[in-house]
Each structure stands twice: as C-alpha cells, then as structure tokens.
C-alpha cells in the first residue's frame, strides 16, 4: 500500500534506480535510489536506500528500508530538516507522520 501511495502522490515525477539485488527462498536484500519532489514542500529528494525483504508463500512478507533520515530530512524539509533532522524525536516524528499518511490513504 505504501508504494501505491508514493507513486500515486508523485503522478509520474518519480524515478527509481536499483542494483546488488539478491535473493533466496526466504530473503532479500536490495539498493536503491529514489529521485522525487517532496509533496509537502516541492523540494527535490535524492534517497539512498538498503531493502531488506522477508517471503513468505512466494509473496514480499516484510519489506524493511533502511536510510540516513537525516540527510532526507535535509533534503525534504530544508533548515528544519538540516537542524533537527539528526534527533530521535524528529525522526520519530517523520515516521508517525508517513505511518498516518499510509493510514489515511488505506481507509480511502
């Protein structure tokens, strides 16, 4: 639901590179790169991200990203991002925000 959201909300400004994709039965690990717009402010995001995914019944069970929030955060939110964006609160903060965002976008 997550991704449907993202690429919805880009309507079609997005760009994804990925590479080092590796996978078994059980797991897998990937690296990508998303080139977009942040909605809320219209600043550019360039993302460097490690995925990590668990199958289960030949389906992704858990998909995990893993990234340097503070440098999105720079990125995505400018000085406040820049001057907050290293603290656990903020980082909190951002994840509760895109956790309600998903929420709200699934009850539609």
Do not use: C, P
């Amino acid at each position: 639901m997550m991704w449907k959201m993202l690429l919805e909300r880009a309507k079609g400004n997005i760009k994804i590179e990925y590479s080092d994709v590796k996978a078994n039965d059980t797991s897998g690990i990937a690296q990508w790169v998303a080139h977009y717009t942040f909605s809320q402010t219209n600043r550019k995001v360039v993302n460097h991200i490690a995925a990590e995914f668990e199958f289960k019944d030949g389906l992704i069970y858990k998909h995990t990203d893993n990234f340097n929030v503070w440098k999105w955060s720079q990125q995505a939110l400018g000085w406040k991002g820049y001057l907050f964006g290293w603290t656990g609160f903020f980082q909190q903060k951002i994840q509760e925000k895109a956790l309600y965002s998903l929420k709200k976008y699934s009850e539609r």
